[in-house]
């Protein structure tokens, strides 16, 4: 089993930068997959402690817009960045996402993880919930056309949300990234051309 190191490169390269999390080089990496134009409209879901939201404000600069929703609160960004805290499994949470957007997302990330129990059914559970919720969300918020990156898990019911990601947009791929930690289940899927 690979060794669990808290502090390792990334954590490192992370404080040395001055970002939130060493999450951040995760989007860096999935940013490389995913072109995000200049001026377009970000919802991350699950962002803090904000790791994403440094690297997605670059990325879409000024004339953009990038909202995170988190339910503890994050660290506050310049503009274009804003966060707010909130449940995505809240149903109406997508009415006040919509607005903070200021319009339709071209691109909704999560980074969503469950607060873990250890115990594996309940955790399981409590992950597909979450990928559940971020996909309604994501029906309510996205553009037809736009795209999804979201972070799931290789257990409990991921060939069934793989096939809810499938209905939904027309092209949809599975990806690791290099700043996962080593032995990590976690897995990104790449979902391309919403269908609305
Ligand atoms: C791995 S962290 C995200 C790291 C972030 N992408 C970054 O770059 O800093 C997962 C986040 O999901 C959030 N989360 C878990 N359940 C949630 C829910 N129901 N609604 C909103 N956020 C949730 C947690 O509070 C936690 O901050």
Known sequence: MAKYEP???????AREKGLPSRAAFK?????????????????DLGCAPGGWLAIL??????????VGVDI???????PPVVSIVGD???VRLPARLLEALGGKADLVTSDIAPKLTGIAERDEAQADELVEAALTAARRTLRPGG?????????????????????MFGKVEVTRVRASR??????????RGFRG
């Open 7 to 13: 502090h390792d490169r990334f954590y490192r390269k």
């Open 27 to 43: 989007i860096e990496e999935l940013l490389r997959r995913v072109k995000l134009q200049r001026g377009a409209r970000v919802l």
């Open 57 to 66: 404000g670059r990325a879409v600069g000024p004339e953009g817009r990038v």
């Open 72 to 78: 503890v609160a994050c660290r506050e960004f310049p």
């Open 88 to 90: 995505i499994r809240d």
């Open 147 to 167: 795209a999804m990156i979201i972070k799931v898990f290789m257990a409990g019911g991921f060939k069934e949300s793989l096939a809810r990601f499938e209905a």
């Open 182 to 191: 080593p032995g990590s289940s976690e897995l990104y899927v790449i979902a």
